[in-house]
């Protein structure tokens, strides 16, 4: 068990490219969590997904940013021509749902846009 | 929306104690959780309340109150490693394990 890993670490881009995140969650976890976190800042919710269903989106989820998790393991984020203001760490968390149901987190893709 | 409230900051000395307090009013409560999280880390789980009542875990302690919307974070014999930043986070429903965070409490611990 190596725990939640997410590529790239970091990644800087200009305005107006595409961007995708991966996240490999603990494997025998089939809950699945997208958060942004800007400086300063809690996480934010963004989505979920139970296995390979996505279950519920955030507002904070324009139509620019999309997630997948195809086969229920690991899942990918999207931002289409981003902006200035998408700069955040992207974390991923993951959960089996147990008792406690804590999330285990990733250390995050940090993006930058210029 | 769901409002999670913390101080900002809090500095103490290294040795001593220090309380950070979280107030929540959220649609449901399904769950109280405290996370560290380190400067450009993850965030890392620390505690879980769901009922009344101090929860103790060697150096750090949990204490929730439903009826006021209230914890506190106890961070005993503070050591440098301990400086980072606090989330208060809060599950809402009981079928999504989502959270909603709080901004955190940026605690920095001098010698």
């Known amino acids: 068990d190596t725990g939640v890993s997410q590529d790239p670490r970091h990644k800087i881009t200009k305005r107006g490219q595409n961007v995708t995140f991966r996240c490999d969650p603990i494997s025998e976890h089939n809950r699945l969590y997208w958060y942004r976190q800007t400086l300063g800042q809690g996480p934010e919710f963004l989505t979920y997904f139970q296995n390979e269903a996505q279950l519920e989106k955030s507002r904070l989820l324009s139509d620019r940013f999309s997630a997948e998790r195809p086969k229920g393991s690991f899942s990918t984020l999207e931002i289409q021509r981003t902006e200035q203001g998408d700069s955040a760490m992207y974390l991923c968390a993951s959960t089996f749902g147990s008792n406690t149901g804590e999330l285990f987190f990733g250390e995050g893709s940090r993006l930058t846009v210029l | 929306g769901q409002n999670i409230d913390q101080p900002t900051e809090m500095t103490a000395t290294e040795g001593a104690i220090v309380q950070i307090n979280c107030t929540y009013q959220?649609?449901?409560?399904?769950?109280l959780f405290w996370y560290q999280q380190h400067a450009g880390e993850a965030p890392t789980f620390l505690s879980y309340n769901v009922l009344d009542g101090l929860e103790e875990k060697g150096r750090f302690s949990s204490f929730l109150s439903r009826s006021k919307g209230y914890s506190y974070l106890l961070l005993k014999e503070l050591q440098m490693k301990d400086s980072a930043s606090y989330l208060c986070?809060?599950?809402?429903?009981?079928?999504?394990?989502?959270?909603?965070f709080g901004a955190g409490t940026t605690v920095t611990v001098r010698a």
């Open positions: 986070a809060v599950r809402v429903r009981s079928n999504d394990y989502k959270l909603s």
């Open positions: 959220t649609s449901g409560f399904n769950g």
